[in-house]
């Protein structure tokens, strides 16, 4: 049986049925992407001074994405073209095109852009005095003039909120690279598979919140002399590892010798928290700050648990690219050799095809143009 | 598309140079943007708001225009009456949720709906 209208038009609606299909479909992305947008817009509006740490995002992978995925959607359109001056090389060639460039914006989006988050971290402090030993020990005596100005820009750089935060609340950023043990010994964290922005210190998570306290505020201890949680099923590395101690080591960018001009006079100094200098990794610049486990109030990577921001930021990328997973589907279908018989047996069915794949490719386009200055610019 | 937009010169030709443009405004808008944040053009954030989504709108008219071929087949009632319903949809969205924040930050008005402040460390 042979359906109707999927090469001429309909006459009533004056297209073939694929294209109503796919419009009415896209309208029901546009809602879908909009009921997200919408969310977006309503917790930023509603988010605290502080709260919506959007400097951290990596503007020019962003960027990068951004140029990648515009060159797709030229691309995709060149291979439409070519099927309409019935030229299937030309087709292949461009589609080709398109799925290489879908596919470099995924893998720069779970390869690098992800796990670069999931592996960078933020500590929060239990009290003043916890904070400002460890912010001595990473910018040294002077470090409310030279930490504040980084701080602002990185962790809510549309608001001024350095009067509203405490020193305690504010995040020191960095990657971990060891712990130390309850029984002091210190244990080394590496890069997984040898790639450097791969940590082993993959989505670590403690949160004081969740251990059980006594009635006098202080931590309710064990017989093993170890914490007590409250009830419930917490995910904490540092019950898992035993750990006493984080060894971290400030983030590049804010806190290195990169922003020496820009943070403030002289040389930034490093040193572990009693106050002495801490070469851990094998370059200069790369030193580190210990910090014990009581003197932490929240280390969280950057997971979608770190912060309303970051919610948002992971549901909408998270689910664009699936969208361009699923275009790169149907792009790679329409390269196989069965698709070459369909346009064989009936070149316009099979040009109508590439259309409609067309317009869901341009629409994941549009969709970018937006989550791009939202999510990494504004 | 009337019968000319199918001819193979018109596709050769014309449809070609238009598919650069639009690429040309894509690059440029996308450029232009990134370098008015970094080079911290706007003082004031609604500015740049407006900014930005004014450059992402144009650049998003010219997707749906050209590549998405809308500007020859908005005339089909099938495919302009969708678009409409999803605007109105997407203005009473965007409506009831920004709507309600900026009513909340009208004198004698106050947001206690959507409180999202961070629980306290103890």
Known sequence: MEIPYNSKPRPDTGLYNGKAGIWIFLASEIMLFGGVFSAYVLLRVGADPGTWSMGLMNKWVGAFNTLILIASSATVVMAWVCLKLKDWTGFRKWKWATVVFAATFLIVKWSYEWPAKFTHYDVTFTSQAAAEKTYKAVLGEDFAERQTDEWQKRYDPKNDILSKVQLKDMPLDGHIVGYVDSQGGEHKVGSAWGISFWSHAFV?????????????????????????????????TFRDKDIAAIILMPAHGTWDSHNEGHAGSGAV?????????????????????????????????????????????????????????????????????????????????????????????????????????????? | ????????????????????????????????????????????????????????????SAVVAVFMHLWWDIKWKTIWVTLACTFVFLVGMMWLTVGSEVDSMKPGHEDSTWNHTQEPVE
């Not at chain 1, 403690?206 to 995910?235: A, F």
């Not at chain 2, 690059?27 to 004031?44: E, H, R």
């Open chain 2, 1 to 60: 598309m009337s019968e000319d937009h199918h001819s193979p010169e018109y596709y050769r030709g014309r449809f070609k140079k238009l598919i650069y443009s639009v690429g040309a405004i894509l690059i440029i808008g996308t450029i232009i943007t990134f370098a008015a944040d970094l080079m911290g053009v706007f003082d004031n954030f609604i500015h740049a708001v407006i900014f930005a989504l004014s450059v992402a709108v144009i650049k998003a």
């Open chain 1, 269 to 378: 100094r490093y040193a572990d928290a009693k106050g002495e200098s801490a070469a851990y990794a094998s370059h200069d610049h790369h030193k580190t700050v210990t910090i014990q486990r009581d003197d932490i109030s929240r280390l969280s990577s950057f997971e979608p648990a770190h912060s309303t921001f970051f919610a948002t930021y992971y549901t909408l990328t998270g689910l664009h690219a699936l969208h361009v997973f699923g275009g790169i589907l149907v792009m790679l279908y329409h390269l196989l050799p069965i698709s070459h018989r369909v346009y064989e047996n009936d070149p316009e069915r099979f040009t109508n095809r590439i259309e409609i794949t067309g317009l869901f490719w341009h629409f994941v386009d549009l969709v970018w143009i937006f989550l791009f200055p939202i999510l990494y610019l504004l």
């Open chain 1, 204 to 236: 670590w998570r403690y949160d004081r919140k969740n251990l059980q306290k006594k009635s006098d505020g202080t931590l309710q201890m064990g017989e093993d002399g170890k914490v007590v949680y409250k009830k419930g099923d917490y995910k904490d």
